[in-house]
């Protein structure tokens, strides 16, 4: 057990002081990714999102900290998330500013292995994967405790600089859960994290089935030239790449194939990161201006050079 003491500071003046630290970073060239403050009683809204909080929750291990880890992720203290392949960092401000790094060991091949068999066939497309509109059978498959995608205690490693020698700290807790907070908008972040292809579990076969008006169900499994391109690679027509579709589901896969956070989609696009990221949860059709249409189209043509 660890103690330890610091002179207590209110919320509002810590945050206050955190925006103004991060806002010098981000002058100096910093691409800072923050996890806004919110009141939601759940940390997490979507499928991957709440299975990654539910996976965290159920070792004991961390039962005694994630308390102080959800008050502070929900007011808005995890100050930068920046999540890499099998490894995530972050600023999280307390008492002072600390910052920490989440280590996670990549999923043992054989149970990728075991995982894509079972998923075989399952899936239809790589949208339906990430929006988590899959089948309860397939929902078993990945978040089942032992075999499933989310990483066990003994394959996460934390390192904090604050002053509390507990192996999870407060701030590592407010880091998890915002984690969980980002698979909202960035589910293919999941399978970064553990070091696999997420389009290694989608069927081509199945895929264009669903194309080509097959015997499945046209209404969830019908994908259009260009999201066929986005999800798999595949030039349809060789003399031109497919059209742009203004939704959140294809901008999202455009970013997936492109391996692009938030924050770099934005700067190519010439948006705001809450730009992309509020494009993204839209669902249908989206109303764009011209200028940002054409940019995201550039983008899109660029990719399937």
Known sequence: MSFYYNEYVPVAVRRAKALK???????????????????????????????????????????????????????????????????????????????????????????????????????????????????????????????????????????????????????VAAAMYGIGVRLDTEPELLFKLRGVNHEELIALDTAVDGITGGKRSRRRRTLKADALEDVFGVELEAEAPPSFEATGACIRALRSTLDLSQAASARKVGVSTPSISKWEKAKGALNLQTKSFQALERVHKAAHR
Not at 109 to 136: H, T, V
């Open 21 to 171: 630290k991060m806002e010098k970073l981000r002058k100096s060239g910093g691409d800072i990714h923050p996890i806004e403050p919110f009141k939601a009683r759940t940390i997490a809204k979507s499928f991957w999102g709440k299975s990654w909080c539910q996976h965290l929750e159920s070792f004991s291990d961390y039962e005694n900290r994630l308390p102080r880890g959800r008050t502070y992720v929900r007011n808005g203290s995890v100050c930068h998330l920046e999540i890499n392949k099998k490894e995530a960092k972050a600023i999280v401000s307390g008492s002072e500013m600390y910052k920490l790094s989440i280590h996670i060991q990549p999923l043992d091949p054989k149970k990728w292995s075991i995982i894509k068999d079972r998923c075989k066939g399952k899936i239809g497309s790589l949208i339906e994967l990430l929006q988590g509109q899959i089948s309860n059978e397939v929902m078993e498959i990945v978040t089942d405790p032992k075999n499933g995608l989310f990483p066990h205690p003994k394959e996460i490693r934390f390192n904090c600089n604050c002053p509390d020698w507990a192996e999870m700290c407060k701030h």
